[in-house]
Each structure stands twice: as structure tokens, then as C-alpha cells.
């Protein structure tokens, strides 16, 4: 008996130093597999990032996951969240990355991570922080650049230092760091740049880590994407040819394991274009032919989440993403349980032993019924007596030059002539969408996407009217392709009938609108005008010690949609509403957001027109159920690819 304890107790022993000793994460070319601890490992990842939902929800979801039989999670870092201004740092609250990745290793993941510097993600600028633009004439992206490089080498002395203790080798969960995003498929093609950022990797990870570049399943990508010493990977959704896109990565990787990183179980929405879906059939033949050979995988996205607040970015030819992120993904953007998800579970579990924890329900969804709201002040009254910084000049200046990120700026001018009726006014250089007032009077929306909104015939008999303010609103800066001076604003100049209007004033929204707004000034009833950029807000008490997850339906039962705008419940920005345009019609309300037994307060800034009427009082409902997938004229979005 005492002999058996001690035999045991001895083993114990050489186990535990052979875990230390042993725990390492690397290659076996010659055995074609990734090697943990000293045995062959294959992972089955998914990819979430923890800026698409609040941190209450980070151990919901990652728990979820863990209950597909994944064991791997993948993530971006995206730059922007963390270095808001130039030098100053977030990684606080919902940007903790190192709590978010601890978090992962807890529930017993390993993590892979994708730093870029850019990460595309359909997240605004693909990452890029927006002040990287205040000044044009110098700066290059992705490649050898000093204005953009210097950028990114701080960066990365302040990254990579929590980065490194997170590697495997190091004691975290951290097993592969990629290098870019889809290089190849940018058409600067500086190998010069690759190397040089695969160096600063190495600087500060050290020899040891698995470092990784992704790019489509094609010659003409790997080409640019890949660089010596940095493990080359491919990508490819469903309906495939498995074997022939392997011999792509093969081609740039002889030996060393098959990966996928980017395997799509649904697909990214556009505003005006149909909501992607992804059948569970291809996916999961798919997904079995790659398993059957041993590759290792990860499912962009597993769960997608909520663009909150303004993160969402624009495709190349100005689409710009909605503000869900649902991405018909295996988990919903609130968390639930798909039969996609099912379906994948159980192939997984073909392949890899699954969890014998059981899969979660899904959450509990309420509808709080009918908010009213009423109106409270004008958006063209309120950023001009909120304004931080106005400031004059010849000719319009960028937002990114005024110090403004995201939401709007107020550029006004005064006319030399009251007679407008039928003078055409020339906005082609709005990025991205304009609301024309004359006076208080709304005269017309620009809409950079929308060409035939760009020479705008003014309609006004009768106005005298010579102050000219136009609200510019960001939509989102381009996510991906060539161009990626994507600046907001006027950027060009603006005629009337052929005239150039010079003399603006502009007044930037600042912070205003990245909680919601307060402050209101109260005696401007009179100048209601249901047409113009207005801001609403109604209160209303739940009695929930737990509130629920819920909606916001942007309708007002019998008189219809409000219809473009931006939302908040209590201080939080929910994102930008487009019902009429779709897909998206409501928002997603997380649960926490809400107080619980007690007061609670929505705000709408609407751009266009609400459905209020002349009695200043409407409503939106909060419902138990989201509708993501209204039709539209356009086709859904293809693969970039
Ligand atoms: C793919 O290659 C594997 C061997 O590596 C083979 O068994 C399988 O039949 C091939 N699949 C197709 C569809 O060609
Ligand atoms: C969970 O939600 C999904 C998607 O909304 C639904 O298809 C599924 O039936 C729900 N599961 C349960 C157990 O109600
Ligand atoms: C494009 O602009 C025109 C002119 O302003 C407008 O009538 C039309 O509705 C716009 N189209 C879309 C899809 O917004
Ligand atoms: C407006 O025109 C002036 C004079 O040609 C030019 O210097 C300025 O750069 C232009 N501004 C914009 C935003 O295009
Ligand atoms: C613009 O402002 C300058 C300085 O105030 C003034 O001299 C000029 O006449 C103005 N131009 C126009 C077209 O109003």
C-alpha cells in the first residue's frame, strides 16, 4: 500500500517537471504537424474579438466556443482601439487584451494572434488609427514608409512587451503571432516591409514563437504575402477544392502543418445588399475533407458580434458594414446556439474528443415594449453650442486635419446671394454623406456612394436663406484594398452653379456622439423640424434585477420607420441605424447595458427623418428577437477574393 502511494507520488513528480520542462509549442516539419509539449497538436480554432462585445458577455461567449470541442480561439488586435490618440494608450475595460487572453487560457484554449499592424475585419480603417491621416503628403501604408513605419515601431515597443510573457513557451496560452493581414493581396507587394516587420516580431518574441503570414488560396497572393523565416498559410471558405488550395500553401511551405486560417462559416453584410448566409451543408463537408487530412483550422468568425459605436469600416467600392456583425456565424450575435453550430460540433467531434461539458441554452432575450421619445434639440444646434473647436477658413479642411475621428463636423458658409432656386450645388467631394440644411432648413443628403446624389438641384422657393450648413457624417473608413487614404470630410471644394464657396466655419462633434449626448439646450421647440438631423431621447423603467438582452426595432407602430441614424441605451452607442436601407433593421441591446430595476434612457440622433411628425413625440420598440436580414435592392456582397 505505502509502496503503491509512493510509486504514484514519484510519477506525479516526473510528471510535473517533464510539463515544465517540456512545455513548448512548435513545428515537426518532418512529421508535417505542430508539436505542444512534445506531442503532435492540431487545432480546431474560431475567431472572436473581444471589442465585439462587452466584457460581461467575453467568458458567455468563450465558454460557448469551448463547448463547440474547438481548442484553439483566434483573434485581431485592432490598433486603433488601443492608441485612440497618437501616444495615448487603452487597454483598459473592453480593450484589456491581456485579461481577455488570460481569460481564454482559463477556460483552457490556446490563442493565435493576429497584431498586423493592419487587420482588415471589416473594422473601421482595418485598424489603422484614424490620426495616421492628419497629414497626407508623406505617409504610405504597408510598406517602406518612415511616417507610417515610425508609427507602427512605436506601436509595437508597446505591444509586443505584454505580448511576450503570453506565449506558450512563456507560460501563456499565445501559440502563433501572424505577421500583416493578406499581404498579397495589397498591391504594394514590399517584401522589404514584410521582412522588416517579421523582424521587429522577432525583436521582441523572440526566436521561439510561431510566426505566421495568411493569404488567399492562389500563386498570384502567396507571391506577395509571404516572407522568408514566417510560416506561410492559406485561407478559403466552404465549396472548395480542399487538396488543390493545399497545394498552393505547399508550394511556399513543403513541410510543416496544413492551416487554414480562415475557413468562413458565414459571410459579412454591406448596407443595401442582401444579408450573407453560409448553408450548414457546405460547410460542413468542407470542414470534414480538411479534418480528414489533418489540417488545422480556424472558423472566421465562430462568433462575429456587434459592431458598437462607430467601429464598422466600407469596402473598396464604399459600402460601408452594418453595425451587427452577426456574420451568420456558428454562435449569434446574441450568443445563440445555432444548428450550424450543432452540426459543426459534431463533425469536430469525429476528430478531437469534445468537452463533456454540456452545450449552453441560449440566453434569455425580453421585449420591453414601446419607448416613447420626444425631441430635444437640433444635431446643427447642438454640435454648434457643443462644439470644442471652431475654427475658419479659405477653403474646407478634413476632419483628420480638424482633430476628428469619427461622427461629424458642421462645415457652414455664408452665400453672396439669396437666390438658390435651381442652382445645382456640387458635392462629389463629400466623404462620406451629407446632410444640406439652408439655415435650419434640411435641402437635401449627399451620399458619396450614390453619384446621382451628388449634384444636389436646390428646391427652396422662397428661401432668403443665405447660411449654408452642410453636416458631414463618417460612414466608416475603407477596411480593405489599395486606397487606403480614406479621409472624411469635404474633401474637395464645393460649387454652386460652377462658383467655389469659400469662407467655412467648421465645428467638430469632437467626443460628443462616442457616448450619448446630454446637455440639451431647452427652448428650441419652435424650430422642430421632424425633416432635419435631430436628437430624441425617452426614459423608461424595467423592474428586472437581471435585465435581459433586447432589440431596438427603429418603428413607430403606425406611422413607421425612423430612418438613419445613430443609438444609445443609457450612455452606451449601439451604432448606427439604417433600417430603411437594410439588411439591418434592429440593434442589439446587451443586457448589461440596462439598469436594472430602475430608470433607463434611449437617445436617437436621427439624420433624416423621424417618424414623429409635428408632435415632437414618437417611439421605438424593444423587441425579443433581432431581424438582420431585410431585403434589399442589391446582391449579397461576394468574397473579396
Ligand atoms: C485529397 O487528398 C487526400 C490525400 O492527401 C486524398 O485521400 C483525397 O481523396 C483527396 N481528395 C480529393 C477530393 O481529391
Ligand atoms: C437558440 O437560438 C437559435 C437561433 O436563434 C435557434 O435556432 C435555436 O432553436 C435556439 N435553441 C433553443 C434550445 O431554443
Ligand atoms: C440616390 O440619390 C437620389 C438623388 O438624391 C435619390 O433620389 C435616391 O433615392 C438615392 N438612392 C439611394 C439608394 O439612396
Ligand atoms: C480648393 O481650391 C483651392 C484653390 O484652388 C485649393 O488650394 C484647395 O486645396 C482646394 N481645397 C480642396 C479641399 O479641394
Ligand atoms: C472671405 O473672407 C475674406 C476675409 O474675411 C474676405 O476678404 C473675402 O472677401 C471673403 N470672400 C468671399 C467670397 O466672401
Redesign the pocket.
Known amino acids: 500500500m505505502y509502496h503503491r502511494l509512493f510509486v504514484i507520488l514519484i510519477t506525479i513528480a516526473s510528471i510535473c517537471t517533464q510539463c515544465q520542462s517540456q512545455r513548448s509549442f512548435t513545428i515537426d516539419f518532418d512529421r508535417d504537424t505542430f508539436v505542444k509539449d512534445g506531442k503532435p497538436f492540431r487545432y480546431v480554432s474560431g475567431s472572436i474579438h473581444m471589442y465585439r462585445m462587452p466584457r460581461e458577455y467575453w467568458t458567455d461567449r468563450l465558454e460557448r466556443m469551448w463547448a463547440a470541442g474547438l481548442n484553439a480561439i483566434q483573434t485581431y488586435v485592432f490598433w486603433d482601439q488601443h492608441e485612440p490618440i497618437e501616444g495615448v494608450y487603452n487597454f483598459e475595460d473592453n480593450n484589456d487584451l491581456v485579461g481577455f487572453i488570460q481569460l481564454a487560457q482559463k477556460i483552457g484554449f490556446v490563442v493565435i494572434l493576429r497584431i498586423g499592424p493592419y487587420g482588415c475585419g471589416e473594422h473601421e480603417f482595418g485598424g489603422f488609427p484614424w490620426w495616421l491621416l492628419r497629414n497626407l503628403d508623406n505617409i504610405q501604408f504597408r510598406q517602406m514608409n518612415s511616417v507610417y513605419l515610425n508609427a507602427v515601431t512605436r506601436w509595437m515597443s508597446v505591444l509586443l512587451p505584454k505580448i511576450r510573457p503570453l506565449l506558450y513557451n512563456n507560460g501563456g496560452p499565445v501559440i502563433s503571432v501572424q505577421v500583416e493581414n493578406e499581404y498579397g493581396s495589397y498591391s504594394a507587394c514590399d517584401h522589404n516591409y514584410m521582412g522588416y516587420l517579421r523582424d521587429i516580431f522577432r525583436q521582441y518574441l523572440g526566436e521561439n514563437v510561431v510566426l505566421f503570414t495568411v493569404d488567399g488560396n492562389g500563386l498570384n497572393y502567396l507571391r506577395c504575402g509571404t516572407v522568408r523565416g514566417v510560416y506561410t498559410t492559406i485561407d478559403f471558405g466552404p465549396d472548395t ?3 488543390e488550395s493545399f497545394n498552393y500553401q505547399r508550394q511556399y511551405a513543403p513541410c510543416g502543418p496544413l492551416i487554414n486560417t480562415e475557413f468562413y462559416p458565414g459571410w459579412l453584410d454591406l448596407w443595401g445588399h442582401q444579408h450573407s448566409t453560409v448553408s450548414t451543408d457546405s460547410i460542413v463537408k468542407t470542414l470534414d ?1 480538411m479534418l ?2 489533418g489540417v488545422n483550422v480556424n472558423f472566421y468568425m465562430f462568433y462575429g458580434g456587434t459592431n458598437f459605436g462607430f467601429t464598422s469600416g466600407a469596402d473598396p467600392d464604399y459600402n460601408p458594414q452594418p453595425t451587427s456583425y452577426d456574420y451568420d456565424a456558428p454562435i449569434s450575435e446574441p450568443g445563440d446556439i445555432t444548428l450550424k453550430y450543432m452540426a459543426i460540433r459534431t463533425i469536430i467531434g469525429n476528430y478531437l474528443p469534445l468537452p463533456s461539458t454540456p452545450v449552453p441554452g441560449n440566453n434569455t432575450k425580453k421585449a420591453y415594449g414601446t419607448v416613447r421619445l420626444s425631441f430635444k434639440q437640433s444635431l446643427l444646434s447642438y454640435i454648434k453650442t457643443h462644439s470644442s473647436y471652431c475654427t475658419t477658413s479659405m477653403y474646407p479642411k478634413r476632419f483628420e486635419e480638424l482633430g476628428q475621428n469619427q461622427a461629424f463636423v458642421v462645415y457652414s458658409t455664408i452665400l453672396n446671394n439669396p437666390e438658390v432656386q435651381g442652382k445645382v450645388l456640387d458635392l462629389s467631394g463629400i466623404r462620406d454623406r451629407a446632410y444640406v440644411l439652408l439655415g435650419e432648413k434640411s435641402i437635401g443628403i449627399a451620399y458619396r456612394a450614390n453619384s446621382s446624389s451628388l449634384k444636389l438641384t436646390i428646391q427652396a422657393p422662397g428661401n432668403r436663406e443665405t447660411h449654408l450648413n452642410i453636416i458631414v457624417e463618417n460612414m466608416g473608413r475603407l477596411n480593405y484594398g489599395d486606397n487606403l487614404l480614406d479621409t472624411k470630410g469635404i474633401v474637395k471644394n464645393i460649387t454652386l452653379n460652377g462658383q467655389m464657396l469659400v469662407n467655412w466655419t467648421m465645428c467638430i462633434s469632437g467626443s460628443l456622439f462616442d457616448q450619448a449626448p446630454t446637455d440639451f439646450i431647452m427652448n428650441e421647440f419652435e424650430n422642430f423640424d421632424p425633416n432635419a438631423p435631430n436628437i430624441y431621447t425617452g426614459d423608461f423603467s424595467i423592474t428586472d434585477k437581471i435585465p435581459s438582452d433586447t432589440f431596438l426595432l427603429p418603428i413607430t407602430v403606425s406611422k413607421g420607420y425612423w430612418e438613419k441614424g445613430v443609438a444609445y441605451m443609457n450612455k452606451y452607442n449601439l451604432g448606427r441605424y439604417w433600417p430603411i436601407l437594410g439588411p439591418q433593421v434592429t440593434l442589439y441591446i446587451p443586457g448589461p447595458w440596462l439598469n436594472p430595476s430602475g430608470m433607463n434612457s434611449l437617445t436617437m440622433i436621427e439624420l433624416q427623418s423621424s417618424p414623429c411628425g409635428n408632435e415632437q413625440m414618437c417611439s421605438i420598440e424593444l423587441v425579443d428577437y433581432p431581424i438582420l436580414d431585410k431585403p434589399t435592392l442589391l446582391p449579397a456582397p461576394l468574397l473579396y477574393k
Open positions: 477544392n480542399v487538396n475533407q480528414s487530412i
